[in-house]
T-cell receptor
Framework: EAGVTQFPSHSVIEKGQTVTLRCDPI?????LYWYRRVMGKEIKFLLH????????ESGMPNNRFLAERTGGTYSTLKVQPAELEDSGVYFC?????????????????FGEGSRLTVL | QKEVEQNSGPLSVPEGAIASLNCTYS??????FFWYRQYSGKSPELIMF????GDKEDGRFTAQLNKASQYVSLLIRDSQPSDSATYLC????????????FGAGTILRVKS
């Protein structure tokens, strides 16, 4: 079974340009999450999709970030225009269950991340 | 105050010893707690999760949770060089949705 895959693995762009990151979750996982880790900081939650619907986007930093999940399969995260502080590693994760406790599972599967460098 | 705090390390232990990794969290209503292992340049990988007070054992790993003290730990018995990695503590402040709050991670080095 394929894991969570992310593309590109590394992107270098100039300030003001646009970048689109893609995530393919594990097949059958309705829950898809975006997290990011900026330099020297903790991994932070960005948003949560259940199928194609945004369940929680409270972590999105500002309106330069747009996440979509049309059709409830893969997701894209667009940064437009990119700023220097957007540099970091963007992780996508997916899970089958939404509730850890009721499902007795903690399994949130992460991709290897997309490293974004804004110059 | 950070929501989830970990000692950044590095924590160095000899091969075969017990490695003890600690984490405190600030939200008293937190529901579930996770330990992830991350090798450099790789994805975080779930090691253990726990949501009831006490100990939970899985092979060489034991997670310990004390909600009154807002403290969660991970013990790794018979540490191996392959356990050398960054260990991330994560807390889910709600039952629904894996909106995890991560600590900065503790670097563990197991010396052979």
């Amino acid at each position: 079974e394929a894991g969570v895959t992310q593309f590109p693995s590394h992107s270098v762009i100039e300030k003001g340009q646009t970048v689109t990151l893609r995530c393919d979750p594990i097949s059958g996982h309705d829950n898809l999450y975006w997290y990011r880790r900026v330099m020297g900081k903790e991994i932070k939650f960005l948003l949560h999709f259940v199928k194609e619907s945004k369940q929680d986007e409270s972590g999105m930093p500002n309106n330069r970030f747009l996440a979509e999940r049309t059709g409830g399969t893969y997701s894209t995260l667009k940064v437009q225009p990119a700023e220097l502080e957007d540099s970091g590693v963007y992780f996508c994760a997916s899970s089958h269950h939404s509730s850890v406790i009721s499902a007795n599972t903690g399994e949130l599967f992460f991709g290897e991340g997309s490293r974004l460098t804004v110059l | 105050q950070k929501e989830v705090e970990q000692n950044s390390g590095p924590l160095s232990v000899p091969e075969g010893a017990i490695a003890s990794l600690n984490c405190t969290y600030s939200d008293r209503g937190s529901q579930s707690f996770f330990w992830y292992r991350q090798y450099s340049g790789k994805s975080p990988e779930l090691i253990m999760f726990i949501y009831s007070n006490g100990d939970k054992e899985d092979g060489r790993f034991t997670a310990q949770l004390n909600k009154a003290s807002q403290y969660v730990s991970l013990l790794i018995r018979d540490s191996q060089p392959s356990d050398s990695a960054t260990y991330l503590c994560a807390v889910n402040e709600r039952e629904y949705g894996n909106k995890l709050v991560f600590g900065a991670g503790t670097i563990l080095r197991v010396k052979s």
